[in-house]
DNA sequence: ACAACATTCAACCAAATGGTTGACGTTTAT
DNA sequence: ATAAACGTCAACCATTTGGTTGAATGTTGT
């Protein structure tokens, strides 16, 4: 009933929960260091990062009092395979994704 | 404030309207039909499809007294842009990057 | 031992979501 | 002219979502 992809992208929706993808693109991250750049409560930002991580989008690990929260990119390959099917879309769109790039991660 | 990624997203989160844009891509459909292999009101269907609008996934038109309803995959497109930089790349990996930029553009 | 730090938990709240039913306006066919 | 078909609207309902606050649980440094 609750299909992988419904999980994808229910938390891919959210433009929180993209922005936070967007900054572990760079790096792994601290819960505390997710949420500093966010006008919302630190338990806010942890429920977020509980719902990328049952989407597999993410994973948290804990070391010491700091839980590690790391990008999984495989996750999203489901849904995008799905998404491909409706294309007359390039695999790669190079203009989009460079200016993703340079819009998003500099 | 409504990103459209918002829109799109999270109107894919639902399997009905997966289900519905599924079948949009094998031709186009009256919203009557549409709703037909679902166990739900037609009144539900007609709520889906208004979302599936919002998202410029679809669009319908009105002939007569049948509203016809039409798949639109542009408008997946800059979902997708977004999720290549998760999903197909390794984004750590900057020199692969490059690598492909240079294949593709030669 | 103690205080500060990192994170979650629990209770609560408002708003959004996905569904129902019944009434309603159009358009078509008889 | 009337009835049937097509689809939406309005009111309602239960559940989920995204946020808050304050207390609680580890963990670390002094």
Redesign the pocket.
Known sequence: MTNPLDLVF?AL??P??RAILAMLLEDDM??????EPF?????????????LTAAGLIS?E???????CKLEPDAMREASVWMQAFGQMDAVDLDAFEAFLEHELK
Request: glycine share 4%; charged share 30%.
């Open positions: 229910s929706a959210d929180t929960r601290a819960v505390t260091d997710v949420a006008d919302m409560s630190l338990a806010a930002i942890s429920k977020h990062l509980v719902v948290q804990k070391r010491g009092r700091v839980k590690w």
